[in-house]
């Protein structure tokens, strides 16, 4: 596909005139941090409407899907769900924890803004301890506290606008439909490397909240290589997927679990003393004895090492 000279002094203005107005839009709303890995983001949602849009999506699905009346199964993820929110260690913005059932043979489970988790019954009954279920929730979890749906929201609206500003910009051009082709693929393929991104952000970062919580990291391998064998059909190349392949997504736990082993143990030595997995706020309100330094949740004014050390697994996940 070749744009010619002219095409090309368009485009690199177009960019650059983009790359202004984004920018300038950026600098107006303020970028973010995940807490747990340091990565910066672009956020133009604020938590209040973050958790809004989350409270309002989880109670139409509470509507469409029967919600099971189980007593044990309930209990079970209430107590798990509880311990893993407890042990992220801060009070997540506008976090009104609800953790619900829902009977289908789904073998699904997320977490959206606000706290408000769903795991389906397909999902239990292939687990086959609370450790497996727990780790995921605890992925599901640190999608909600990396903020990551309010990231790809503001992603989609950096896409609008810069689709929008070259559909106008280029209405007398005669390349007009190869420059929109092209910013749609490369648009869409960016959103799936994003995407992908925050799968792992998730694994990284929910995996520790296990752990912090007492649940063997270990179990992640276990599930999701059960989660591997009932894949059916052929895979879209990794471009194209929203997940990380599942071989490269188990290896990378597998490298990960040994390295969390210590924080899993101590959190369970903790609850043999009857000390709590790891509470929200950073001093237990309950007169309870502190835990140990190595569990223990960051303070408003956390130092570096934490998430430098939880930086540091990010990139070697993402091979950077």
């Given at each position: 596909?070749?744009?010619?000279?002219?095409?090309?002094?368009?485009?690199?203005?177009?960019?650059?005139?983009?790359?202004?107005?984004?920018?300038?839009?950026?600098?107006?709303?303020?970028?973010?941090?995940?807490?747990?890995?340091?990565?910066?983001?672009?956020?133009?949602?604020?938590?209040?409407?973050?958790?809004?849009?989350?409270?309002?999506?989880?109670?139409?699905?509470?509507?469409?899907?029967?919600?099971?009346?189980?007593?044990?199964?309930?209990?079970?993820?209430?107590?798990?769900?509880?311990?893993?929110?407890?042990?992220?260690?801060?009070?997540?913005?506008?976090?009104?924890?609800?953790?619900?059932?829902?009977?289908?043979?789904?073998?699904?489970?997320?977490?959206?803004?606000?706290?408000?988790?769903?795991?389906?019954?397909?999902?239990?009954?292939?687990?086959?301890?609370?450790?497996?279920?727990?780790?995921?929730?605890?992925?599901?979890?640190?999608?909600?506290?990396?903020?990551?749906?309010?990231?790809?929201?503001?992603?989609?609206?950096?896409?609008?606008?810069?689709?929008?500003?070259?559909?106008?910009?280029?209405?007398?051009?005669?390349?007009?439909?190869?420059?929109?082709?092209?910013?749609?693929?490369?648009?869409?393929?960016?959103?799936?490397?994003?995407?992908?991104?925050?799968?792992?952000?998730?694994?990284?970062?929910?995996?520790?909240?296990?752990?912090?919580?007492?649940?063997?990291?270990?179990?992640?391998?276990?599930?999701?290589?059960?989660?591997?064998?009932?894949?059916?059909?052929?895979?879209?190349?990794?471009?194209?997927?929203?997940?990380?392949?599942?071989?490269?997504?188990?290896?990378?736990?597998?490298?990960?679990?040994?390295?969390?082993?210590?924080?899993?143990?101590?959190?369970?030595?903790?609850?043999?003393?009857?000390?709590?997995?790891?509470?929200?706020?950073?001093?237990?309100?309950?007169?309870?004895?502190?835990?140990?330094?190595?569990?223990?949740?960051?303070?408003?004014?956390?130092?570096?090492?934490?998430?430098?050390t939880e930086q540091e697994e990010l990139k070697r996940f993402l091979g950077r």
């Amino acid at each position: 596909m070749h744009l010619g000279e002219h095409g090309g002094v368009f485009m690199k203005r177009y960019f650059t005139g983009l790359s202004v107005l984004i920018v300038a839009l950026v600098q107006l709303t303020g970028c973010a941090t995940v807490q747990e890995t340091g990565r910066k983001q672009v956020i133009l949602v604020s938590a209040s409407q973050e958790a809004q849009m989350g409270l309002d999506a989880f109670s139409q699905i509470k509507k469409q899907e029967k919600i099971s009346r189980d007593p044990v199964l309930n209990a079970r993820i209430q107590r798990i769900g509880k311990n893993i929110a407890g042990s992220v260690g801060r009070e997540l913005p506008n976090a009104q924890w609800e953790f619900v059932v829902f009977e289908s043979e789904q073998i699904n489970a997320f977490a959206l803004p606000g706290g408000k988790v769903g795991v389906y019954t397909g999902l239990i009954n292939l687990a086959s301890s609370d450790d497996e279920i727990a780790v995921v929730m605890g992925h599901e979890v640190a999608h909600v506290s990396s903020r990551h749906g309010a990231e790809r929201q503001s992603q989609a609206m950096l896409i609008g606008i810069g689709g929008a500003a070259l559909a106008i910009g280029t209405q007398e051009d005669k390349n007009r439909e190869y420059y929109l082709l092209a910013y749609g693929l490369g648009s869409t393929l960016g959103s799936l490397a994003y995407s992908r991104d925050h799968e792992t952000e998730a694994d990284v970062v929910g995996l520790r909240f296990a752990a912090r919580a007492g649940y063997d990291p270990r179990a992640a391998v276990t599930f999701w290589t059960k989660m591997a064998a009932k894949e059916t059909g052929g895979r879209p190349p990794k471009f194209l997927s929203t997940h990380p392949p599942s071989q490269e997504r188990i290896a990378n736990l597998q490298r990960l679990a040994p390295g969390l082993m210590p924080i899993y143990e101590q959190a369970k030595a903790n609850q043999a003393m009857g000390g709590a997995p790891a509470p929200a706020a950073p001093a237990p309100a309950t007169g309870a004895p502190n835990p140990p330094a190595a569990v223990s949740p960051p303070k408003p004014t956390a130092p570096a090492k934490p998430a430098a050390t939880e930086q540091e697994e990010l990139k070697r996940f993402l091979g950077r």
